[in-house]
């Protein structure tokens, strides 16, 4: 079967096959796994394999001397990983340890269960012994390198664990080549200074003058001109007291030849200014203290396509504010020992399906119309005018004549009412497929209807979500520049509470040609 | 998105420790056997034409019990599920995760974006003696809730080489549409119009008069089966009292002639399809989530009248799998459509 899969559940809790584990429960190892034994007809088939993961939990008493030591990952070498550039091991050219999962114990919160939400990454290897050893280790974003992981001074006690991984078979040109990237904005002592890369005095940008994308990228890069970029995870410790919007943390990258991308970072009325080169590939939301912890691992947001340039790239890093107009003000980037952000990005050669992506908001927009659009009072409806989709889509705009849209990405701000929890998303500016939408008594709606689009239910509090193109629809290739206005209605047919500002928020779209 | 799939929804609620036609379930909820046709659950297309399928495994998941614990399934020929390195067994595991805690779900989502992925060889007789058990790594059974188990089979054909089942930008042909409660009658009785109907509650509504022809535009005529995505819902704000097992729901939809399908409740039912769960978050506030195929597609076929009314149920987890008593509000369904490729 060319469409193999294995499932493997390891935990360190059992008592069959059990692994060895140190005291503090830092470290273990599964020794001898059969890799046939557990692959079947794979592991002769094929020469590279894609390790995913399903799940874990834990379960047990922790004790840690303080918080940052519950500010855990989960390390995993043993395989001989391909396609890896991770910076917490202190060095971009440690390629024996991957970070599986991110997360946070402590005395009081023990048992955690997180759910992960795997939209295609992996970590590739290449098929070695038959018998392999699955060497686990934690580590902190106390401790930053690869000599630390599994290390853990006296007092730090953790508990059983338990993962359950999806392995199937990378075919070249076709299915499951993936590179991982593990980011690490950890800024001092223990350190990994190591890192070639310039940080900005405000610790808000991290810039690579060259990085290395071919050896990221080893066993695919020479095959393949197009590829695509996702954050799959990320976890960080808070950079200081923050609240409200200042938490909302877009991550921007530029570097990579981002063909088919706009995204807006200038509230300039005059007219709507798409940036091609800045693209954002997702948003951390800054936990609102220093003794506060994020992660999270079901963030699934859509990939970014880019097209090699050349092996080198002047990659940066950065983290903007909640408008994407300028670098982050939250408090705390400044700080001589923040911030800990640890993010994965995967990277994966594109084979068909090219991709395009458009970040707005309503910010710059007041209820007086100009050059850049309009909107209401109260953010229930918002137009960005001049939208020029034939660029945004360049490299396949002329091989289709519908594309599908989804809704990939939603950043909620902060209101005083709690945003409803959710509203009803509808779109227009496109030619959209013939739409029948039973929303209403009239029955025909010109307008697409997307979809019902999640928001947060706490007063004042800011949420990013990643929607699994969820929110979809189509649209004809009969304009090139689109006034597109996004609607937001109640799901109970209600008007919007009177601090309700439902669309106060940044989206990002992403578009793919439609296949007749 | 566009292959045809079948499903099974198995009520551990409708089991008792005496077996029955359907099943039997233990003392303490640890086990639970499920008796059905996996022919019938397959469809005659599916069944006769493919060796191999994905099956994915999912369910209401409430937190109970007191700790780490292995699934394990009897009955379906998984093959490539190993334990701790060991080959599968007479017992394949096919789960494992500290059962006393809630999976951290995030409001947009739920567990049925990360469904468990096996590859199954069909088996030599189509009578399934499916058994799921849930074994502590070390101690003694406890008595925990009953689960309500969902699976979806994909089938493979062994000359082709399919992307990976999480990728998630489609390219396929479709159509959506939208179906939102705020149509039907407002207020807290029973009542119709010429919109639909819905009872007292709010749990069992019907849109009527649904013209499938205008909303498969192209698609009406170019292809004999669909699958119907149920790519998000929302629930209107209910100030309604609820238990943690009320608040796991998911819809059975009847109106559409849907295929390869099996619901195991105190019997056995066939050709109403079914969403993925639903978990409403809080009393008093609004919810939306998003689904993740294959757990929000069930296969229909070309109606024979272009207007359908369909009509939702919504189930919940509460005694192991019931239509819910709870006083709902409306709720909004957005679909994506594709046409099936032969």
Redesign the interface.
């Given at each position: 079967m060319l469409s193999d899969s294995a499932s493997l559940i390891l935990s360190t809790k059992s008592t069959i096959n059990p692994c060895t584990i140190n005291a503090q429960k830092t470290a273990f190892t599964f020794n001898n796994i059969d890799m046939k034994n557990v692959m079947g007809e794979m592991w002769d088939k094929y020469d590279q394999f894609a390790l995913k993961l399903v799940s874990l939990s834990t379960e047990g008493a922790v004790s840690i001397t303080f918080s940052q030591q519950g500010h855990i990952t989960y390390n995993l070498r043993g395989l001989e990983w391909s396609n890896v550039i991770y910076e917490t091991t202190g060095s971009n050219m440690n390629k024996e340890w991957v970070p599986l999962a991110y997360g946070f114990l402590s005395p009081g919160v023990n048992a955690i269960n997180p759910l992960i939400i795997n939209t295609g990454w992996s970590f590739n290897f290449k098929k070695g012994n038959r018998y392999e050893n699955f060497e686990f280790a934690l580590s902190s974003s106390y401790y930053t390198n690869a000599s630390e992981f599994g290390v853990f001074t006296a007092g730090n006690n953790y508990n059983n664990v338990e993962f359950h991984f999806l392995f199937e078979p990378v075919i070249p040109g076709k299915m499951n080549e993936c590179a991982i990237y593990g980011f690490n904005s950890t800024p001092s002592t223990p350190s990994i200074n190591s890192i070639k890369r310039i940080v900005s005095a405000d610790r808000t940008e991290y810039s690579y003058p060259d990085f290395n994308m071919r050896r990221l990228c080893n066993l695919f890069w020479d095959k393949h001109d197009d590829f695509e970029i996702q954050m799959a995870m990320w976890s960080m410790n808070g950079t200081g007291v923050n609240a409200g919007d200042i938490r909302i943390t877009p991550v921007q990258m530029s570097g990579l030849n981002f063909v088919n991308n706009g995204t807006k970072q200038s509230n300039n009325t005059d007219q709507l200014n798409l940036n091609t080169e800045n693209a954002i590939i997702g948003t951390i939301i800054n936990p609102n203290g220093t003794s506060a912890y994020a992660y999270d691992m079901a963030y699934p947001v859509a990939p970014v396509q880019f097209k090699k340039d050349g092996d080198n790239v002047p990659l940066k890093i950065a983290f903007r504010n909640s408008e994407n107009t300028g670098p982050t003000v939250a408090a705390g980037y400044t700080s001589l020992t923040r911030p800990f952000i640890q993010i994965a990005f995967f990277v994966k050669p594109i084979y068909e399906v090219e991709k395009a992506t458009l970040n707005i908001n309503p910010w710059g927009l007041t209820t007086t119309e100009t050059n850049l659009g309009v909107r209401d009072t109260d953010y229930i409806t918002f137009t960005l005018k001049n939208i020029d989709i034939r660029k945004v889509c360049q490299s396949f705009w002329d091989k289709y004549d519908r594309f599908n849209i989804f809704l990939t990405q939603t950043t909620s701000f902060t209101t005083a009412s709690n945003s409803s929890g959710g509203y009803r998303l509808e779109i227009e500016g496109f030619d959209f497929i013939p739409q029948l939408s039973l929303t209403n008594t009239r029955r025909q709606n010109q307008v697409a209807t997307l979809g019902s689009v999640s928001t947060f239910v706490t007063a004042n509090e800011v949420v990013s979500n990643g929607t699994m193109a969820s929110l979809v629809t189509t649209f004809y290739k009969t304009r090139s520049i689109v006034d597109l206005k996004l609607t937001a209605s109640t799901l109970n047919g209600a008007a919007f509470p009177a601090a309700d500002r439902p669309l106060l928020g940044n989206f990002t779209f992403t578009i793919v040609g439609v296949k007749m | 998105m566009d292959v045809e799939i079948a499903k099974l929804w198995l009520n551990s609620g409708s089991l008792t420790t005496t077996p029955s036609q359907t099943g039997v379930i233990s003392a303490d909820n640890m086990t639970v056997t499920f008796n059905f046709d996996l022919r019938v659950v397959l469809g005659e297309t599916l069944w006769s034409k493919y060796k191999?399928f994905?099956m994915y495994i999912n369910d209401t998941y409430p937190a109970s019990g007191t700790?780490?614990a292995?699934l394990y399934q009897n009955g379906l020929n998984l093959?490539?599920?190993?334990?701790?390195?060991?080959?599968a067994g007479f017992q394949t595991?096919?789960?494992?995760?500290?059962i006393?805690?809630?999976?951290?779900?995030?409001?947009?989502?739920n567990?049925s974006?990360?469904t468990?992925?096996?590859?199954m060889i069909k088996p030599d007789s189509n009578n399934v003696q499916l058994t799921l058990q849930f074994v502590y790594?070390?101690g003694a059974p406890t008595t925990i809730a009953q689960r309500i188990f969902f699976l979806a089979f994909v089938p493979?054909d062994?000359?082709?080489?399919?992307?990976?089942p999480?990728?998630?930008?489609?390219?396929?042909?479709?159509?959506?549409?939208?179906?939102?409660g705020?149509?039907l009658p407002?207020g807290g009785s029973a009542a119709s119009n010429q919109?639909g109907s819905r009872n007292a509650n709010f749990n069992i509504f019907t849109?009527t008069n649904?013209?499938m022809r205008?909303?498969l535009?192209s698609l009406w005529d170019k292809y004999d089966k669909f699958n119907l995505i149920c790519?998000?819902?929302?629930?209107?704000?209910t100030g309604a009292t609820f238990s943690q097992a009320q608040r796991r729901m998911w819809y059975e939809i009847e109106g559409l002639q849907f295929i390869n399908n099996l619901r195991v409740t105190t019997g056995y039912k066939q050709g109403n399809g079914f969403t993925q769960p639903f978990f409403y978050?809080?009393t008093f506030?609004?919810?939306?989530?998003?689904?993740?195929a294959p757990m929000?597609i069930n296969t229909f076929r070309k109606p024979e009248s272009e207007n359908v009314d369909l009509t939702f149920y919504c189930w919940t987890a509460n005694g192991g799998g019931t239509i819910t008593v709870v006083q709902l509000?409306?709720?909004?369904f957005?679909f994506?459509v594709v046409g099936v490729k032969e």
């Open positions: - | 191999y994905k700790g780490m292995t093959i490539q599920a190993s334990y701790q390195g060991k080959t595991a096919i789960d494992e995760t500290n006393s805690t809630t999976v951290s779900l995030p409001r947009h989502l567990r974006a990360n468990r992925t096996f590859v790594e070390i493979i062994d000359t082709k080489i399919y992307p990976s999480y990728t998630m930008l489609y390219q396929n042909e479709q159509v959506n549409f939208t179906l939102s705020t149509i407002s919109f849109f649904i013209n205008q909303i535009g790519n998000s819902i929302g629930m209107a704000a978050g809080e506030t609004n919810d939306c989530e998003y689904a993740q929000s509000n409306p709720q909004v957005t994506s």
